[in-house]
Nanobody, 119 residues
Framework: QVQLVESGGGLVQPGGSLKLSCAAS????????MAWYRQVPGKQRELVAV???????NYADSVKGRFTISRDNAKNTVHLQMNNLKPEDTAVYYC?????????????WGQGTQVTVSS
């Protein structure tokens, strides 16, 4: 029905930047909130940033001022610009979205993309 596909992960040195992208495809009627989560092995998945359909954003305290979430509603995509990366940002990053196929939205996850911050 709906697929979320992330791209842009990789290895970067501390202080560097990466931009993650997530494209939604399938039988999409409307996309509501879109978000990025991250997870480290042995820990719970945590919310990094969220953006509403209207463009309102919210960030985890740990990434405020360094990460920027944005979306392109025409292309059904969401991005996460990550600057001044720190080793503690290392994690698998997951795209998440509330997508309406017909009337009511359902929650979908991408497969995840690895971000490693290391010298």
């Amino acid at each position: 029905q709906v697929q979320l596909v992330e791209s842009g992960g990789g290895l970067v040195q501390p202080g560097g930047s990466l931009k993650l992208s997530c494209a939604a495809s399938g039988n999409i009627f409307r996309i509501f909130a879109m978000a990025w989560y991250r997870q480290v092995p042995g820990k719970q998945r945590e919310l990094v940033a969220v953006i509403t359909a209207g463009g309102s954003t919210n960030y985890a305290d740990s990434v405020k001022g360094r990460f920027t979430i944005s979306r392109d509603n025409a292309k059904n995509t969401v991005h996460l610009q990550m600057n001044n990366l720190k080793p503690e940002d290392t994690a698998v990053y997951y795209c998440n979205a509330d997508v309406a196929v017909a009337t009511y939205p359902e929650n979908y996850w991408g497969q995840g993309t690895q971000v490693t911050v290391s010298s």
